[in-house]
C-alpha cells in the first residue's frame, strides 16, 4: 500500500490518514537521499582532530623562539576561522548573493550544504598535497626510518586546513542543521535535528570503519598500511584523496538530487 492509498484506507477501528498526514510522511522521505549524501561528505570532519593532529606531532612547531605549541593548538584556528567566516558571510557573501540571484536569502539551504561540500572537497585535495610535501621533505633528510625525529617542516602549513573547517562548519554543517530543521514539520522539528546530528554522529562511524578496512587492504601480503604508526613510511596523503574522490562524488550525486526536490511551501510550515 502507498502512501497516496494511506489516505483512503485505513485498518478496522483505524481512522485513515489525512492528506496532510500523507504529505508530511512523504516530505520525510524525501529527506533521506539528503540525509545519506550530507553523511557521506561529512567522514572527512572527523580527521580534523586526529589524523590532523597527529601529523603535526611530527613536524617543527615553533612559533618563536623557544617556544614550540602543542599539535592540538592548531583547532583553536577552527574557532578563529568560523569567528571570521560568519560576519564576512553575513555582511559580504549573502548581500552579493542576493543580488546575484534577485532572491532575500540570497542562496537557499541546499546550496549552502552544496557549498560546504565543495569546499570539504577542497580541503581534502589539500591535505593531501600538504601530507606528500611533508613525506617528501622526510625523505630528502634521510627520515623515513626516524619517526621520533622532527621534520624540518613548519607547523604553519597545515593552518589553512584548519581555516577551512572553519568555514566548512559555516556552511556544510550549520547549512544542514537550518535545512532539516525547516524542512520537516512543525510538530517534528526534533527529527529534523536527528537527522542533522544523526548524518554527523554516522559519519564519525564511517570513517573507522573505512580506516579499519583500508588498514587491512593495504597492509595485507605484507604491504605497508597507510596508516603505519611510523607515519613517514604511512600514506595518509592517499586516504585524503580517497576522501576526496568520495566527497566530490556525494556531491555530485547531491547536486542532481537537489535539482527535484520541492521545499515545503510556506503554508505547511
Not at 601530507?131 to 617542516?153: C, F, Q, S, W, Y
Not at 556552511?171 to 532539516?180: D, I, N, T
Given at each position: 500500500?502507498?502512501?497516496?492509498?494511506?489516505?483512503?484506507?485505513?485498518?478496522?477501528?483505524?481512522?485513515?490518514c489525512?492528506n496532510?498526514d500523507?504529505?508530511?510522511?512523504k516530505?520525510?522521505?524525501?529527506?533521506?537521499?539528503i540525509?545519506?549524501?550530507?553523511?557521506?561528505?561529512?567522514?572527512p570532519?572527523?580527521?580534523?582532530?586526529?589524523?590532523?593532529?597527529?601529523?603535526?606531532v611530527?613536524?617543527?612547531?615553533?612559533?618563536?623562539?623557544?617556544?614550540?605549541?602543542p599539535?592540538a593548538?592548531?583547532?583553536?584556528?577552527?574557532s578563529?576561522?568560523?569567528l571570521i567566516?560568519?560576519?564576512i558571510?553575513?555582511?559580504?557573501?549573502?548581500?552579493?548573493?542576493?543580488?546575484i540571484?534577485k532572491?532575500?536569502?540570497?542562496?537557499?539551504m541546499?546550496?549552502?550544504?552544496?557549498?560546504?561540500?565543495?569546499l570539504?572537497?577542497?580541503?581534502m585535495?589539500l591535505?593531501?598535497?600538504v601530507?606528500?610535501?611533508?613525506?617528501?621533505?622526510?625523505?630528502?633528510?634521510?627520515?623515513?626510518?626516524?619517526?621520533?625525529?622532527?621534520?624540518?617542516?613548519s607547523i604553519w602549513?597545515?593552518?589553512?586546513?584548519?581555516?577551512?573547517?572553519?568555514?566548512?562548519?559555516v556552511?556544510?554543517?550549520?547549512?544542514?542543521?537550518?535545512?532539516?530543521y525547516?524542512q520537516v514539520?512543525?510538530?517534528l522539528?526534533?527529527?529534523?535535528?536527528?537527522?542533522?546530528?544523526?548524518?554527523?554522529?554516522?559519519?564519525n562511524?564511517?570513517?573507522?570503519l573505512?580506516i579499519?578496512?583500508?588498514d587491512?587492504?593495504?597492509e595485507r601480503?605484507?604491504g605497508?598500511?597507510?596508516f603505519n604508526?611510523?607515519?613517514n613510511?604511512?600514506?595518509?596523503?592517499?586516504?585524503?584523496w580517497l576522501?576526496?574522490?568520495s566527497t566530490a562524488?556525494?556531491?555530485?550525486?547531491?547536486?542532481?538530487?537537489?535539482r527535484s526536490?520541492?521545499?515545503?511551501r510556506?503554508?505547511?510550515?
Open positions: 500500500m502507498n502512501l497516496n492509498k494511506a489516505m483512503l484506507l485505513g485498518e478496522e477501528g483505524v481512522e485513515p489525512s496532510m500523507v504529505e508530511d510522511a516530505g520525510l522521505v524525501r529527506l533521506i537521499p540525509w545519506i549524501t550530507s553523511m557521506v561528505s561529512m567522514i570532519y572527523a580527521q580534523y582532530s586526529t589524523l590532523f593532529t597527529k601529523q603535526g611530527t613536524v617543527d612547531r615553533r612559533i618563536l623562539p623557544g617556544l614550540e605549541i599539535p593548538t592548531l583547532l583553536s584556528f577552527v578563529i576561522s568560523v567566516s560568519v560576519p558571510y553575513e555582511h559580504v557573501f549573502l548581500p552579493i548573493a542576493r543580488k540571484t532572491k532575500p536569502n540570497g542562496i537557499t541546499l546550496q549552502r550544504i552544496g557549498t560546504g561540500m565543495m570539504t572537497c577542497v580541503n585535495v591535505a593531501a598535497l601530507e606528500a610535501k611533508r613525506l617528501r621533505i622526510a625523505e630528502e633528510h634521510g627520515l623515513i626510518d626516524k619517526p621520533n625525529v622532527t621534520i624540518p617542516m602549513w597545515f593552518v589553512p586546513q584548519y581555516m577551512l573547517v572553519g568555514m566548512i562548519e556552511f556544510g554543517l550549520v547549512g544542514a542543521q537550518e535545512f532539516f525547516d514539520p512543525t510538530e522539528r526534533s527529527i529534523g535535528l536527528a537527522f542533522s546530528l544523526s548524518a554527523l554522529g554516522l559519519s562511524f564511517l570513517s573507522g573505512l579499519i578496512v583500508v587491512w587492504a593495504t601480503d605484507g605497508h598500511s597507510w604508526n611510523n607515519l613510511r604511512a600514506h595518509i596523503d592517499y586516504f585524503y576522501l576526496a574522490a562524488i556525494a556531491f555530485f550525486v547531491f547536486v542532481f538530487i537537489s526536490y520541492v521545499y515545503r510556506v503554508d505547511q510550515v
